[in-house]
């Protein structure tokens, strides 16, 4: 994955002082990058029991669309608050300052339905951990949580003990 790893443009004190972004638009941009990381992604799947592939929004639909169609299986996107035009479900989450909250179609995910969450960062799982919640609110089970990026150093897969969670990329400081 260092092919791709160097395909990401890392972004010094943004968006704050002291925090360094890596920015996956590069990545996206790259014709030959966006498909390697697309056919990673799907090989990291092969043999999981999965229904249906949850993108978040807003870069996990990016990922989670063709990788869904890759699997053969549909497509669930999670959003934030009044997006979604039917009945919703959801679930409210703490960030660093305050809040926040996310919706998904309350039919979008059945009982017993096996979901793979996509995202494209794993962070501290705060937003990965209210997906996983909302999913597991309305009886459908987490097969995999998938990520293209993962930064380790802030040990945010603690909050999934039980799943099972991988990345393509990971960032240990």
Same mark, same amino acid.
């Given at each position: ?15 704050? /002082? ?12 790259? /014709? ?48 934030? /608050? ?92």
């Amino acid at each position: 994955m260092d092919n791709l790893k160097k395909l990401i443009r890392e972004v010094p004190d943004f968006p704050k /002082p002291g925090i360094n972004f890596y920015d996956i638009t590069t990545l996206l941009k790259d /014709p030959t990058g966006l498909e390697e990381t697309i056919d990673a992604l799907t090989e990291a799947c092969r043999g999981l029991n999965i229904d249906t592939v949850i993108g978040v929004e807003s870069r996990g639909f990016i990922f989670g669309a063709p990788l869904a169609y890759q699997l053969g299986v549909g497509f669930i996107p999670v959003r934030k /608050p009044k997006k979604l035009p039917a009945d919703t479900v959801s679930v409210s989450y703490e960030l660093e300052y305050g809040t926040d909250s996310l919706e998904m179609h309350k039919d979008a995910v059945g009982e017993g339905h096996n979901v793979l969450i996509i995202d494209d960062l794993l962070a501290t799982g705060g937003t990965a951990k209210a997906v996983v919640d909302l999913v597991e609110g309305v009886g459908g089970k987490v097969s995999a949580l998938l990520f293209v990026v993962e930064l380790t150093f802030l040990n945010g897969r603690a909050k999934f003990a039980g799943h099972n969670v991988k990345s393509l990329i990971s960032y240990d400081s």
